[in-house]
């Protein structure tokens, strides 16, 4: 209630900022130049008098055959270019001049009517049509007319004859910056949030002119959309943040399907709607109280569609604890202390408080253990350089642990209330009855020593006798130990015989304590007491048939399927070992949704600008860094720092300016042989790649002052005409745009703070991320090569060094970031995990063997996404790390188990401890791996596609790590499992001769001085 009432489950608004690594060099390199433009144009921007890149609205149009420019096509492009331009705040975000909307020149509308102002689109003359149509066609032939023309043209146009298009679009340009700001990089997060709130007007306006309705889990966004025959789409980045929110917010609701499934499941193996109901319950309690920690303690404000999945992740593990709790407490009816309560005549309550703490002592260990490496699993992704997953990490950690308290705190409570209630039926006098069925069980046990000659012996016993059977009992016997026959033998016949004659007469009598029971307690008692599952029974009937089969001394099924899946992980190591990183940015809404294909369309099938397609880089002088301040990570849409300028820079000087000249030759001249370069070069072959100011500024000034060059006038003369130089035209004389000089030319007030140059690559945009890269180093040379003569010609010391800059190289270093954190997760988990085993089992061979076997599933899972064609995205990198939590727990409960048959009940050969180990936790095994399995289930049909990727990334894991567990691994320890305590830690220290070691572990396993159920020791190295 108080998480919602502070908002702690509200998303969190996307900002351009998420996924970037804030600490990364890219990400320093290329916000030190945006906050240092940023700077530059202080005071010099008007409100929204330039461009905003964040606010383009894209809208295309494509038509089946012929030329798409027809006077009835025309129009209808028109009124679909209106719908924006018509828009009820439109004039509040378009871009102005002298105080007046622009008209927005790249348009169909605009094309072809020479105005957007008339705003009913009347039918043009065919002729006119025709005439405008034919001119475009011809100024793709035009130096100075094609950029326009090719706009409008698909990549086809020239290839026809005669010419003509099949589509066209048109680009509405927002201004920028807003109202109230300095800059478009100013509070770049807070102008977002406002274009978007914008957008969702223009997302209805169009839903309304289209007749488009989404519905839950499909998007009208993935229905073709026409008028008169036109294939409409458009696009804007603000109206993909929306439709992102707005499917997860939809897909969220498949929770409800995985909590019905775990629930239904619950009550099929509870065979009780009071616990499922409340066992339920606790597992959803730790979902918002760990959301609450997670925001309010921890104080990370970050909540986005990538947290949803810790939803299902919770319900699947949380109910894994829960059928584990719930299998100690019943197995625990049959443990050696609840019969021995029960031979001595023990009122109920005493039986009911023994049955728990033999419960609780004996799940609660395995409980913890499995917790811990999933938290750990989780932690693993947290150390991720890429803040969503890294927040991911932390919240599903703290669901995991909270959920860990509740299952010990309130399931044991659950259990109990659920005995007294519906079991004994006496929830009203828990404590009315003990006198009396004692003085009854009393009497009877008197009048059967009297009938049968025994000698009489107080209830409890002696005190010394007390005593004696609490350290008997202090050591529990695995669950479900007294149904083997090894257990059997130890049992006093004698006592088993006058105990359950005892006992039946207290039946015959109709004791309080049976008659206290409800006929729902009694059908819920056989229940749990006669009827196995059909888990058990499939375990029983054909897992273990078929794991065992023997033929002559061999178990050649078991050898067989051990091979068979020994070969199979070999094979996705080999497959494993090719993944690799995305090779584009992350994309979350279906393949078929417009706002997905509207941005391939563009860079695919119209004419490309020049070098639209073509990385581009800058570099600078005067920069000394980047200084985060109180910037937090996991707010980054906010005070992300600032950029820090180098004392002492000055331009004026020769050896500067040749600098900055050489600077600009060099990276016309620099060759680049990479995979990622085209041409040979690293620069754009293509006229007017290079953006470099200084040669035409030294030209402009040799023209304004004659007799006087850069080198031979004063400073203040240089520096106020380079001022000058900065706020004038001189396309003409520089091929540099005057919106462009204000960037590479940085006045901070009236003081030169830097210079910079910037440039096209041929690498293209489309690129692999490991081409990009690769390239990259390139361009890194290049940075080299200037600063080398920076520092031999001593221009250093007035310019300092420069770097490369680049959106693109932000985006590799993301994609990077993920593989890298995927990897730093497995070398934390697999060291832990490996402890958690040695730790648990301690055994050497049983641990090396379910590192391996954990080892196999997670190569078997990176081999799924290979054999996918998918790379290693986001999805993949969580799901890769966490499958070693998963898989831990099956290993862990099956290892413990094999282990603990020997040392708690004498089995010492490898057949016997495999039996032991399938019939008691095999089951619960399968039964964890359903729960998760089904929890992930409703993951496959959201249309986010992070969640069916995670989803069927968690089902692999599950299958993986169930068959492997079972299989492999089982078959393994039956194969060449240790018998005895061989690799044992006690028998290695025996063999290695550190006796500290040994008496360390006899101590403490002879704490609790089980003589009845202990080991008998034939040798030193036998104690535990």
Known sequence: MAGFAGGSFEMSEATNYDWVIPNGRAALDRESITDAQNKATIGKAVTREDDSGTGRFWITYAWGEGDIFTPENVQSMCQVDQVFLTGSKYRNFCVLREGACTEPTLTVTYAFYGTVNDTSCPLLPAANVTATANQLYQDLNSSTARAYAAFFMDSQTESRSPVYTVRTRSRIDLGAPLEGYTSEYD?????????????????????????????????????????????????????????????????????????????????????????ASFCMLQVLFSLPV????????????????????????????????????????????????????????????????????????????AIWTTSFTTIVSFLATAVSPIMPISTFGYLAATAILLNFLLVITLIPAILLTHHFWFVEGKCWRLHDHDEDDEQIKEKLLEEKTQNEGIPLQPLGGS??????????????????????????????VGSVKFQDSVALDLKEKNSPVEEGKTEEGKEEEKNEEEKPDLIQKFVEKIYLPVMTFKKGKVYPLAITIVIGFFVLALIAAVFSSQIAPPDESAQFLPEDNMLVELPDELSEDYIPGEFSQFVQTQYAFGIDGFDRGDFNRFDPGKDRGDVKFLNGFDFFPAASQDLFIYACDAASARPCNKDGCKGGVLMNSSPGALKCFLPGFQSWFVSRNPGLSTYNCTRDLFLSELKVYRDTDTEALDDIQLEDKVFLIGFVGDDLKYVRFDFYTSIPTDEGTLAKDDARDEADGLTDQINNYARETGASDSMGFTFSSSGTWVGVETELGIVAGFYQGLMICFPVAFCVLLFSTHNLLVSFLAIFTIAFIVMCVLATIVWGGDTLGIAEAVAGVIVIGFSVDYVIHLGHTYIEAFHEYGLTHRYERFNRAAINMAGTVIAGGVTTLGASIPLLVTQHRFFP???????????????????????????IGPDGDFMDLSWIYEKTGCKAGVDSIKSKMNQGGDDAGKVEEKSAKSAW
């Open 187 to 275: 509070d770049e997060s807070d102008q977002l949030s406002k274009y978007v709130e914008y957008y969702e007007d223009v997302r209805d306006d169009y839903f309304d002119a289209f007749g488009m309705k989404s519905r839950w889990l499909y998007s009208a966004y993935r229905d073709e959309q026409s008028r008169n025959g036109i294939t409409v789409k458009w696009y804007s980045s603000p109206l993909v943040d929306i439709e992102n929110a707005e499917i997860a917010n939809g897909d969220i609701l498949l929770a409800i399907f995985s909590l019905a499934f775990v629930y239904f499941w619950m009550i099929l193996q509870m065979k009780s709607l009071f616990l």
């Open 949 to 975: 990727t995670m989803g069927a990334l968690m089902a692999c894991t599950v299958a993986f790590s169930l068959t492997f567990s079972l299989l492999f691994f089982m078959g393994s320890l039956l194969l």
């Open 463 to 492: 005190k010394e006798q007390k005593e004696l059977e609490r350290k008997k009992g202090s050591r529990r016997p695995l669950m479900g130990a007294s149904s083997h026959p090894a257990l059997s033998k130890r049992e006093s």
């Open 290 to 365: 760990a959301i609450v920690v997670y925001r309010s303690v921890f104080q990370i404000p970050y909540f986005a569609f990538i947290h949803i999945l810790v939803i299902f992740l919770v319900l699947g593990i949380g109910a894994d604890d829960v059928f584990v709790m719930f299998d100690g407490w019943r197995f625990a009816n049959d443990s050696q202390e609840v019969k021995e309560l029960r031979e001595k005549g023990a009122n109920s309550e005493k039986i009911v408080e023994m049955r728990m703490e033999v419960a609780f002592s004996t799940t609660i260990s």
